[in-house]
């Protein structure tokens, strides 16, 4: 009886702060969200005003986007629109790309890539050793095709991962999106400042020995798919960082923290890394662009995590600044008292004599 009256008792004590935690972590994946979804807008203002301006043309994805973000004033539809706009946003941004590139990005770093892996590989390239000893060089072989598959998911796996966390786990789904938004937008940004060619395009140019493209070759099977899926790369020198590394690692590390505990959630892991060999294997990536595809995703979804951590410090620096300046002027008030006595009171007789 008191055992179960103590166990109650614990259990009702723990629940207001399990669920203030709760309502803490939904309230600030809810300022995340609105946070990108501001930036958006200020970018979706800024794209429309490079089509006015004809420096890209006006893409589907454009109007979709503003269909969207017209539909955030709609009741109820703003919930969800804002949530999933990010997505398609991270598509008008690559249409963007491919035309703003030849305005800004420099000369294409060709052989420099493939010149630093042989050093570091002793005088071999690993996507053309890879291939040679493993397959690959004449079409994919049997292992090879779920790595193609893999690499394909890149498109739709960060919605998937995305309504997975919207509807179980609604208060990590504002940093997701918000890491998922910044590892894109910063990698686009690094294709323009750096454009590096593929190890495919670099063998075309006779920079590698000969390499098949086996996402290309294996689509190729399918009537018109392989030429579509070809052709529709605008900007093919964006080799570095490798964001179909960056976003698996960005999606893995959000499920991890969404699970909480459990020694399993750490398998989410895998994906990222098959993904690291897969890119390499497959012709698109050098190891160089895979490793640091890894740590962009993962140094994106640290600055997320940080920046709420960086704001509780600084609030919590300020008021214990605050708290001791004022335990100091308490401190001093007393001291300044005793310093500093009354003067005594005129005497009855003094004050009598003065009087008329």
Not at 175 to 182: G, I
Not at 210 to 227: D, M, Q
Request: charged content about 10%; aromatic content about 10%; overall charge positive.
């Amino acid at each position: 009886m008191l055992l179960g009256a103590v166990v109650r008792r614990g259990h009702g004590a723990t629940l207001p702060a399990a669920a203030t935690r709760v309502r803490a972590a939904s309230d600030r994946s809810a300022r995340t969200l609105a946070v990108v979804n501001a930036a958006i807008a200020v970018y979706a203002v800024g794209s429309v005003g490079l089509v006015l301006t004809h420096r890209v043309g006006l893409t589907a994805e454009h109007a979709i986007l503003l269909v969207l973000l017209a539909a955030g004033f709609v009741p109820r539809l703003r919930g969800l629109s804002r949530a999933f706009v990010p997505f398609l946003f991270v598509a008008v941004m690559f249409e963007d790309l491919g035309s703003l590139q030849p305005l800004v990005a420099g000369a294409v770093h060709s052989a420099g890539p493939a010149v630093f892996e042989r050093a570091l590989f002793g005088g071999v390239n690993a996507a053309v050793w890879l291939q040679q000893h493993l397959g690959g060089l004449h079409g994919a072989q049997w292992w090879q095709l779920p790595l193609v598959a893999e690499y394909l998911s890149h498109f739709v796996a960060p919605i998937l991962a995305g309504g997975y966390l919207y509807w179980r786990f609604r208060s990590r789904f504002g940093d997701y999106v918000a890491a998922y938004s910044l590892v894109m937008a910063a990698g686009f940004a690094v294709y323009l400042v750096y454009p590096e060619m593929p190890p495919w395009l670099a063998a075309q140019h006779g920079l590698l020995q000969p390499l098949n493209r086996l996402v290309v070759s294996t689509l190729s099977h399918l009537p018109g798919i392989g030429r579509l899926y070809a052709g529709a790369d605008l900007f093919p020198d964006g080799a570095m960082p490798s964001l179909h590394v960056a976003v698996p690692m960005v999606i893995a590390l959000s499920l991890i923290a969404a699970r909480g505990t459990g020694r399993a959630r750490w398998l989410w892991l895998l994906y990222p890394l098959t993904m690291a060999f897969a890119v390499v294997d497959l012709g698109e990536h050098y190891v160089a662009d895979a490793v640091a595809g890894l740590a962009f995703g993962a140094g994106c979804f640290g600055v997320v995590g940080a920046v709420p951590a960086l704001g509780r410090a600084v609030h919590r620096a300020t008021w214990q600044h605050g708290y001791a300046s004022t335990s100091a002027r308490r401190k001093r008030a007393p001291e300044a008292m005793i310093a500093a006595p009354a003067k005594p009171a005129a005497s009855r007789s003094a004050v009598d004599s003065v009087a008329p």
